[in-house]
């Protein structure tokens, strides 16, 4: 059962350990050395894993950080039937179920759903159990007592006519987008023109023939302009506020001065905002002043000023619930999903100018090498004596000071870049991973026609606020972390040793060697010895090499930042995170109101939720950017252009265009002219006849050939491609309501202080968008 040094086992053979203790316990360690378990990379995929199934109900943990099988005290053999809930799947995608009943919670054994069950996650039932191994039993569904909802299984696609045979469905999924769907008959009295889009409710998939479906709801005439409605429907986004949190949240009311009177006032500290052009959630304030000691010369104490959700949000409440519900808000071209209602974030909890704010402080002092020296937090009361802009702020800083900029020039804004210099260079030494990767933005006007696809400047004073809020960060987690107190880590695992080995050989690639142990350090050092022409292949490989970054309440470390400790603490508006740290901040240092706000319990349940719904809004962001970049190419099919290879997959090639600003596919039976031959290990394609070598960052000239609204797909051919030699393509096979097509995304993100910060204006109603902003803030 033993395994070799560095195989991570599994759950079963986890389990099977445990059993042979007859009840007595394991630490890490110990179930580490049973399996041979061997490196830090491999000692944090067994501390996950042993968290996972400790999340499954398969193994308990105890306040000693030890590891044993659950206990059966309370259902017995025989037992005829038990009300349970459908709680979650494990990692072998079974389902989960526990009592209903609270005196039957404590110390319950895994109960497995029997595979014939169609119930789903969320629903209650009436099931006899049966033991199947020791610690565990089997549920045999006998009544499903939960009323399913039948909007659930609805899914949006395109109504398209048909001469002959029935009118047809193509859903806008990319995992649907290839099953047949048939319309039989329409709605009495329902009209519809082809290419309407609609929610349809699939029927009893046949034996043979396309699935039927019936239309249940019209969205609209056309599919241009609803890809934010496909976005929010095909990822399941919360997107309108219940009644009861809107009533909630426009009943609060602004602070009073005796709400205000035990917190440090520094209304006459020149304290400034500095977002994008079109912001209305001003959540952070910035200001710097030198700072010296008899051992420190040169040094500065920055403040860091974050608007005090945590004084508007209060536990439990209905506001609460749908903050942690939502998770965090969704950005869109022109349009935001906000975590809180536009009452808190675009009015009592923003920043505004010349008006008292309560807030939560960090007084950070650094020494001149940018070294953080000593931090403090408080609950303030603040007074943003200006409201300016990443434009204004950078054209100071080039030497033409704007008139809003000149009243704080001296006072706020020169020293704000003074200190800004010194953690540039404590970045550096540091190492952490600068990858000039610029974020395309898509411009929309107020008819929400696309004007134009660009890549976002990025100035100084940009860098300035990211590395202020990644300081405060670094606070706040230092500050848990040294308390002993609840803390949410923003952690980024090291890379495997074996994509280690898949950058080292793209590095050998282009002619550059990777020496020493694995560190951003050394990643950053060898890519800035890299030629420019090759640095975008470069930059792509190391994104490929990089874990997810994601929420967790043990601390290992944030490698892309290459910082020991980090935290999220500067965007509670738009990032449930945040508030929790907040609370704990609060309550750990006995601030002010202290006494209203407990520490923060259940922290593995709210970090998995959390990275849930993290990815569900980078998910949902990425199909809405792709299917608005689909559109704007849409006029550009047939033409030619200059393209740079990002990825080499085993079925073809991405593509990026235009310097970036858009992607597509290649696929390889596309390249007529020779037979080449993926190798997968050096990441780079081979051509048999002609001996060329295609790696990331490779140029060619392409010509798009189709731009698929449905899919949200562009798709290129070599430039002089005929469509008549293009070769077979290989067919596909899937099982969910018929045949389907594999496509899966493969992109990797990776932001240096989190995920890019856009701000609220309201709410999705009747799919018309409304404008937001980028602001990229820790």
Known sequence: MTKPSGKLPTAAEIIQFLSKLEG??????????????????????????????????????????????????????????IHLKVTQTNND?????EPVKAHLREDYPTIVLDTQSAATVGDKLVANLHPIN???????????????????????????????????????SK??????????????????????????????????GPT???????????????????????????????????????????????????????????????????????????WAEPWETDKVKGGFHIIVAIADVAHYVKEGSPLDKEAFKRGNSVYFPGFVIPMLPEKLSNDLCSL????????????????????????????????SHARLTYNQVQQALDGDVPSVVEPVMKSTITPLFMAYQALLKNRSK???????VPETVILMDDNGEITTLEKRARFDSHQLIEEMMVLANVAAASELQTKGAPCLYRIHPEPSELKMEALKLSFKDFGLKFSGDVSPLAIQTTLKNARDENKDGLYMSVLRSLEQARYDPDNVGHFGLALERYAHFTSPIRRYSDLVVHRSLINSLKLTGFKNIDKPKNLINTADHLCVTERRAQKAEWEVKD???????????????????????????????????????????????????????????????????????????????????VTGRLTFAPENFNPEDAKPEKGRRGKLFGKKASTKRQEKDFKKAGPAKGKSKGIFKGGKGKKGSFKPKG
């Open 352 to 383: 505004r100018p010349h008006e008292d704010r309560p807030t939560m402080v960090a007084h950070m002092w650094i020494d001149r090498d940018g070294k953080l020296k000593k931090y403090k937090f408080t609950r303030a009361v603040i007074h």
């Open 175 to 208: 995992e649907l987008s290839k099953i047949e769907f048939a319309v039989p008959n329409l709605p009495k009295g329902l009209k519809l023109n082809d290419g309407a889009v609609v929610m349809a409710k699939p029927g009893k998939r046949p034996q043979f």
């Open 430 to 436: 540091r190492g952490a991973l600068d990858l000039d």
């Open 627 to 709: 299917r608005l970049t689909v559109r704007y190419y849409s006029e550009f099919v047939g033409k030619t252009f200059k393209a740079r290879v990002t990825s080499l997959m085993k079925f073809g090639m991405f593509l990026a265009i235009d310097d970036g600003a858009a992607e597509g596919m290649m696929p390889y039976r596309f390249m007529t002219g020779d037979h080449y031959i993926f190798n997968e290990q050096k990441n780079s394609l081979y051509g048999r006849r002609t001996k060329k070598v295609i790696k990331n960052g490779h140029t060619m000239m392409v010509k798009l050939i189709e731009a698929d609204a």
């Open 134 to 172: 020791d610690g565990e039993f089997l549920a045999t569904e006998v009544k499903n007592q939960t009323k399913p909802k039948e909007e659930d299984s609805h899914i949006m696609g395109i109504y398209r006519e048909r001469v002959n045979g029935p009118n047809a469905f193509i859903a806008l």
């Open 212 to 286: 039927p479906v019936e239309v249940v709801e019209v969205i609209s005439t056309e599919l241009k302009g609803t890809e934010i409605a496909i976005g929010i429907r095909n990822h399941g986004l919360p997107h309108t506020f219940p009644d009861d949190v809107l009533d909630y949240a426009n009943n609060l009311k602004a602070v009073l001065d005796a709400d205000l009177k035990d917190r440090e006032d520094l209304r006459d500290i020149p304290i400034v905002t500095i977002d994008g052009e079109d912001a209305k959630d001003f959540d952070d304030a910035v």
């Open 93 to 97: 995608g079974e389902l989960l179920c």
């Open 24 to 81: 007595q316990p394991a630490s890490k360690r110990e179930i580490a050395k049973e399996f041979r378990i061997k490196g830090q990379e491999a000692r944090v995929d067994l501390k996950f894993l042993l968290k996972d199934m400790v999340l499954d109900g398969l193994i308990t943990h105890d306040k000693a950080k030890t590891f044993c099988l659950p206990k059966k005290q309370h259902l017995e053999e025989g037992a005829e039937s």
